[in-house]
């Protein structure tokens, strides 16, 4: 009797042993198959606040600029040093030394029948990040100065109709922002969007 109860109990054991495994099994899985959320800005740190989720897509004369992620730091931050490094942009915008690093990742695509550039042979930028009300200036990336399409730290960009790119853009401001917009002037066509409302 006391041997087939030991048995049983034994079982029983094992039972809720097995089925106890399983169910952490499981749940881990689950915990690693849940995708980690995707930081797209941090315009909290300056207490802003979003009119719109990131990303952003404005679109004129065929072309569409996509904002997908808005990072500023603080220049002397350990993150900014680092991309400063790595890429060689400067601290400074017209000799002046700027307080913040904005850095974006963005994708651009041409919808367009024509090439649409920005380089030597054309000057002009397609699209504007704009801080309270002004456009913000992009320093050079010296290491990848003559890289044409870097995904890495954008300079020279040449897109042939129906050719895409996505990448990283960096530019320089000196105070706190308190109005964000982007927006797109190409060919008479003109598309604005407001990231942070005044």
Known sequence: MKKTMMKAIMAATMLISTVAGQWEISNANAAAATPAPIIRDNLFKFGLKKEVELPVTITSGGFSYTLEKLM???VKSNDAQALM??????????????KYMVWTKITIENKSNK???????????????????????WP?????????????ALNTWVLK???KLTTYQMYGYFTEPKFISIYTNIDGGFDQKIIVKE
């Open 72 to 74: 500023i730091y603080d």
């Open 140 to 152: 050079t990336p010296k290491k990848v100065f003559d890289v044409v399409n870097s995904k890495e």
């Open 115 to 137: 090439i649409v550039q920005r380089n030597a042979k054309d000057q002009q930028d397609k699209w504007f990040l704009s801080f309270d009300g002004g456009g913000l200036n």
């Open 85 to 98: 490094k790595k890429y060689g942009y400067s601290d400074r915008i017209y000799k002046a030394p700027t």
């Open 161 to 163: 109709p129906g050719q």
